[in-house]
């Protein structure tokens, strides 16, 4: 470039801002080269303010400032994206450590990072959604969860689930107590075969792995025995199941030790039942054949005056007596003895009596023991029973004792609930006097226990002993609808309670002896003649005309003459000939309308007949009448 003067100093050192020359080209090339060394490290904030005249030096410089404007705004973009990027990154990495309150923005300028906000805020919302939803199923699961542990609990069965290496992984509160272990000292530590006897436990596990191949393998419910935490067995049912797609089973155990026990005491009784009828028939085929040979004996006795063959006749009529005597215990064990007549009976009075008589006969090395309670306690019954029942249990007492002990009687009045109905199927609730005979005697075991009851059955040494005392006990109490029950173990003593039902009966004090009188004609039939006797006494001493008729003959014939006259019939149920059921039928026949009342010895009911007992105060009896006849029952 040639040089021109220049009056303002030079071209670079020009003060005149109207001269094109007042750069040089080579001066101009450095500032371009300097602006642009600036943009490539980075800082595209200076710019080049001159303007030229020539073409291609102001192209340059407009290139070069268009290239830091580019750059500029290329540096702001990264610079944003960069900003946006990082923003998201840091929302991104919230939402990953759980924090779904993140929110990434969408109000970049650049297109690509509001989408990306708007992405991960929409992929957000779906995870909060799909979190909630969890959420509420872990809630559900959680209270499906609480709600079968609740039934588990709260079932009143014991329920166990064992994985397959036979590990308890869950227990019920139940099985705690039906084992006496606890829920820590199981889950995961204890196997199932740790709880169950050894006679069932090859059997059991054999089923385990059976059931694990196919369910179908092995039974789903069967009996086992249990053993506690203090040892003691127990009879349980089993029922197994397995867990849906896992190798796990779930198992219910029921206690079943008391219905077992329930089942032995049903099964005893009608072994006693069946023995009681057995010994029944036997018993009066034995006195049919007895009557015979002690009848002929007697006949024989009275034809022969040699003095030694008397001798032999009179032994053949005590051994047919002492047969004889055997058959009648065996009667009273079938319940099929003829009762006394029963009496009230002080028993307080009665005991303490009996007590002075039982001192004289256990022997100074056993101590006698009365436990009478303060008030007096009544009951109706043949003294000659009580004294029977009380004299076998006493004896058999005494020879439990061969080196002495305790012997103690006692007296009682107790209820019986539902409850213990329950675990007693054969005592009814209700009021019960119970007579307690204890000893601390050698005891028995489980099976005697079972089979002392029975006829000529007996612990004691060969010829001492029928084997009929006990069986007689049982015979007599069973005639009053009541119980004896035994408790003993071998060598802690043996304990007879014997359960005597109190049935309901008005007081005599409670009924106006006025309102009972009458003068209505009654028929009282009956074969007994002393019975027959006291009924018809008190009927007369109230007012009453009586007929008296001993059998159904006598009965037909004096209602068939005074039907019209006789108010009421009082029949006995079991007569010879005619029974007293045939009786009312032709009564009814000659007077439909004939009010009849049908007598028993012991309670009966029958279909459309109206019963009373015999036996009952006086009083009662005319109360029933009364009533009859003025149409109140």
């Known amino acids: ?34 602006v642009l060394e600036r943009i490539s490290q980075g800082d595209p904030s200076q710019k080049i303010d001159l303007e030229f005249e020539r073409y291609a030096v102001q192209r340059l410089i407009n290139s070069i400032n268009k290239v830091s404007e580019e750059v500029s705004a290329m540096i702001s973009l990264t610079h944003e994206l960069a900003i946006g990027i990082c923003e998201h990154f840091d929302v991104l990495k919230r ?63 014991a329920i166990i689930v064992v994985e397959e290496d036979m590990t308890i992984e869950y227990t019920n509160s139940e099985f705690e107590a039906l084992t006496g272990y606890k829920k820590e000292e199981i889950e995961g530590k204890m196997k199932w075969t740790e709880f169950f006897s050894e006679e069932m436990l090859d059997k059991m596990i054999e089923y385990h792995k059976l059931r694990r191949i196919s369910p179908s393998l092995a039974p789903r419910q069967y009996e086992s025995k249990l053993k506690d935490r203090n040892g003691k067995i127990k009879d349980v049912c089993v029922n197994v199941g397995m867990v849906p797609y896992t190798k796990k089973s779930i198992v219910s155990i029921i206690d079943i030790s008391e219905r077992k026990k329930i089942q032995q005491q049903l099964i005893h009784s009608q072994k ?30 009275t034809k022969i005056e040699e003095p030694q063959l008397r001798n032999f006749v ?20 079938s319940r099929k003895e003829e009762f006394g007549e029963p009496q009230e009976v ?8 009996f ?51 305790e012997l103690s009687i006692g007296l009682k009045e107790i209820s019986v609930d539902v409850e213990y109905s329950y675990t007693h199927p054969l005592v009814k609730p209700g009021n019960y006097i119970v007579i307690c005979v204890s000893d601390t005697g050698i005891g028995m075991d489980e099976q005697t226990k079972q089979r002392i009851f029975e006829p000529f059955f007996t612990t004691k040494p060969k010829g001492k002993g029928t084997g009929l005392g006990l069986s007689t006990v049982f015979g007599l109490v069973r005639q009053y609808d009541g119980h004896i029950h035994v408790y003993s173990e071998p060598k802690k003593g043996t304990t007879f309670k014997i359960y005597l039902p109190v049935k309901e009966r008005k007081m005599k004090h409670l ?46 014939e004096i209602f068939e003459k005074n039907k019209n006259q006789i108010a009421l019939s009082l029949i006995d149920l079991v007569m010879p000939g005619i029974s007293g059921i045939e009786v009312m039928n032709q009564l009814k026949k000659i007077k439909p309308d004939a009010k009849v ?37």
């Open 314 to 333: 009179e032994k053949i009529i005590d051994a047919g007596e002492r047969a004889r005597d055997l058959a009648k215990k065996l009667l009273v064990f």
């Open 1 to 34: 470039m040639q040089e021109h003067p220049c009056p303002y100093g030079g071209y670079l050192r020009c003060d005149n801002p109207f001269c094109e020359h007042r750069y040089a080209l080579s001066e101009v090339l450095h500032l371009c080269s300097d």
């Open 511 to 556: 009924i106006d002896k006025n309102a009972l009188k009458g003068t209505e004609t009654i028929l009282v039939v009956d074969d007994d003649e002393h019975t027959r006797g006291f009924i018809s006494s008190f009927l007369k001493e109230y007012g009453y005309s009586v007929y008296e008729a001993k059998n159904g003959d006598e009965v037909l």
């Open 95 to 157: 939402l990953y450590e759980g924090d779904f309150t993140a929110t990434a923005s969408e109000d970049y300028q650049i297109e690509i990072l509001r989408m990306l906000g708007h992405l991960i805020n929409k992929q957000r919302d779906r995870f909060v959604e799909y979190i909630n939803k969890i959420k509420e199923q872990h809630e559900e699961i959680l209270q499906l969860y609480e709600r079968e542990r609740t039934i588990l609990s709260s079932i009143g069965i």
């Open 355 to 405: 007590s002075e008589f039982v001192k004289t006969i256990i022997g100074k090395d056993i101590e006698f023991k009365l436990n009478l309670p303060e008030e007096e306690i009544f009951y109706k019954i043949d003294p000659s029973h009580l004294e029977i029942i009380l004299m076998n249990l006493v004896t058999n007492a005494r020879d439990a004792m061969p080196e002495g002990g």
């Open 272 to 301: 006693m039942e069946s023995l009681g009828m057995l010994s029944g028939r036997v018993a009066h085929e034995f006195n049919n054949i007895l009557t015979g040979i002690i009848g002929f004996a007697g006949l024989l006795y």
């Open 597 to 633: 009342i049908i007598m028993s010895g012991h309670p009966v009911q029958l279909k459309d007949v109206i019963t009373m007992e015999k036996t009952i105060f006086p009083e009662e009896i005319l109360f029933r009448i009364r009533n009859i006849l003025d149409g109140k029952e």
């Open 346 to 353: 002080n028993l307080n009075k009665y005991l303490k009596d």
